[in-house]
Antibody, heavy 118, light 106 residues
Framework: QVQLQESGPGLVKPSETLSLTCTVS????????WSWIRQPPGQGLEWIGY???????HHNPSLKSRVTISVDTSKNQLSLKLSSVTAADTAVYYC????????????WGQGTLVTVSS | DIQMTQSPSTLSASVGDRVTITCRAS??????LAWYQKKPGKAPKLLIY???SLERGVPSRFSGSGSGTEFTLTISSLQSDDVATYYC?????????FGGGTKVEI
C-alpha cells in the first residue's frame, strides 16, 4: 500500500521560504507524477505544481515563480519550497501521486498545516 | 484557467436517500474529471476518475456521469459514513483546478 507523509515546520515567518518534504513508502517515486496541493482554512483545494521522476514539471501560474518542486529518487522523497510567503500562504499542504498526464490523484498524504505568522 | 463550479455547496439528506452533486466546467474537458471525498483531518480519497470510472475499493453506491462541461456524482443510497465534503477536479490541461466542494450532511 502506497503511503505519503508530509513533514516540515508548522510555522514560517512572512517573507521567508516554506520548505516541506513528502516521504513515499510502499512504492517507488521513480514513476508517476508527484504534486503538491494546498487548502487554506475554510477554502477549497488549490493545485501548486508537480514534478515527475524524469524531471518534467509544471507549476500553477497563480504562484508565479515562487515555487520549486524537486524529487530525490535515492530517498523516495518529494520536496516543496515556496518563497516570499505571506499570510495568504497559510494552509494545509498535501502531497499526492498523480496518474496519467495531465493527472488525477490516487494517493494523498494526510496533510500538514503551515501557518505564516511573525 | 478552467473554472470548476459545484452545486449545491451544502446538501442535507437522510440515510438511504439518493444524492446528486453537480460539477460544471467553464469549457469542455471531455471526460477528464475526477471526484474526491474529503473528511476532516483525513486525506482526500479518490472515488471516480475519467468521469465515470469507479476507483477500486470504492463502494458501488458511488457513480459518476457526464462529459463536456457538465458532470454529476451520485450516491445511490446515502450512508452515515458518506458524511464528507466532495470535490471535483479536471485534468484536461494545466493548471489543474478543483471545484469549491459540496458538503454532505445527514
Amino acid at each position: 500500500q502506497v503511503q505519503l507523509q508530509e513533514s516540515g515546520p508548522g510555522l514560517v515567518k512572512p517573507s521567508e521560504t516554506l520548505s516541506l518534504t513528502c516521504t513515499v513508502s510502499g512504492g517507488s517515486i521513480s514513476s508517476y507524477y508527484w504534486s503538491w496541493i494546498r487548502q487554506p482554512p475554510g477554502q477549497g483545494l488549490e493545485w501548486i505544481g508537480y514534478m515527475s521522476y524524469i524531471g518534467s514539471t509544471h507549476h500553477n501560474p497563480s504562484l508565479k515563480s515562487r515555487v520549486t518542486i524537486s524529487v530525490d529518487t535515492s530517498k523516495n522523497q518529494l520536496s516543496l519550497k515556496l518563497s516570499s510567503v505571506t499570510a495568504a500562504d497559510t494552509a494545509v499542504y498535501y502531497c499526492a501521486r498523480g496518474v496519467s498526464m495531465p493527472h488525477y490523484f490516487d494517493y494523498w498524504g494526510q496533510g500538514t498545516l503551515v501557518t505564516v505568522s511573525s | 484557467d478552467i473554472q470548476m463550479t459545484q452545486s449545491p455547496s451544502t446538501l442535507s439528506a437522510s440515510v438511504g436517500d439518493r444524492v446528486t452533486i453537480t460539477c460544471r466546467a467553464s469549457q469542455t474537458i471531455s471526460s477528464w474529471l475526477a471526484w474526491y471525498q474529503k473528511k476532516p483531518g483525513k486525506a482526500p480519497k479518490l472515488l471516480i476518475y475519467k468521469a465515470s470510472s469507479l476507483e477500486r475499493g470504492v463502494p458501488s453506491r458511488f457513480s459518476g456521469s457526464g462529459s463536456g462541461t457538465e458532470f454529476t456524482l451520485t450516491i445511490s443510497s446515502l450512508q452515515s459514513d458518506d458524511v464528507a465534503t466532495y470535490y471535483c477536479q479536471h485534468y484536461n490541461s494545466y493548471p489543474l483546478t478543483f471545484g469549491g466542494g459540496t458538503k454532505v450532511e445527514i
